[in-house]
């Protein structure tokens, strides 16, 4: 025993995250307070750890660093969870979205970047769920979801990094929506409004690159 908590296996860490990820209302509330324990010093849940020691560009995340944005994601996600068909890999994308900047942040110029963060971090999910359940249909779920959650911003703006043929084949452009305005709400100043117009113009166009094929 430590602090008062019971040391747990990475399988019992696991399931008790998410139990608070289905079932909380806040589960920012839970994940704040766990993530000081030492099981997350540890593979596999240092990679969580690690975005509390990931610094963001003040500019598009005033709210400080990845871990903080989680939280805010998270919180965002469990509101909507049970508007996705799958709420667990809604809520653990949730979690896991930015898993792959801590690897891939640098200063440039500057200015903090984390290119490829989606594609990474998507990486890193599956083996990080895969020491946990063999839910294949799950893992690939959640995967998606953060390997197309940066496309709002691509799609929206015009820029040639998405894959939009591919995420129109293995996605809802609706959940992927849903998701995106989780994200995009988990910052510091967002308001609900110019998100949602921000989403509209998203599955707009997503519908007419549809369309098209």
């Known amino acids: 025993m430590e602090n008062g908590h019971i040391e747990m296996s990475s399988d019992e860490l696991y ?13 920012s509330i839970y994940l704040e307070k766990v993530i000081e324990r030492k099981e997350f010093q ?16 003040p500019i598009h995340h005033p709210e400080g660093n990845v871990w903080n944005h989680t939280l805010l994601v998270v919180d965002e996600a469990a509101k909507r969870k049970n508007l996705c068909k799958t ?14 900047k801590p690897s891939t942040t640098k200063i440039r110029k500057g200015k903090i970047t984390s290119y490829d963060h989606d594609k990474v971090g998507a990486k890193l999910a599956y083996d ?11 893992i690939n779920f959640v995967c998606s979801f953060i390997e197309f959650h940066m496309h709002i911003l691509y799609v ?11 995420l129109l084949k293995e996605m809802d452009v609706e959940e992927v929506a849903l998701f995106g305005l989780c994200d995009r709400l988990g910052r510091k100043h967002a308001t609900l409004e110019k998100e949602e117009n921000t989403i509209k113009q998203f599955i707009k166009r997503c519908k007419a690159l549809e369309r098209k094929q």
């Open 87 to 100: 709420p667990s890999a809604f809520m653990w994308a949730a979690l896991l979205h930015d898993i792959g």
């Open 42 to 57: 540890l593979p596999p849940f240092h990679l969580i750890y690690q975005l509390k020691l990931t610094e963001q560009s």
């Open 156 to 166: 929206v703006n015009g820029l040639p990094y998405g894959n939009i043929p591919k």
């Open 128 to 138: 990080f769920l895969s020491q946990f359940t063999k839910d294949q249909f799950f």
């Open 15 to 27: 399931k008790e995250i998410n139990d608070h990820l289905i079932s909380d209302s806040i589960p």
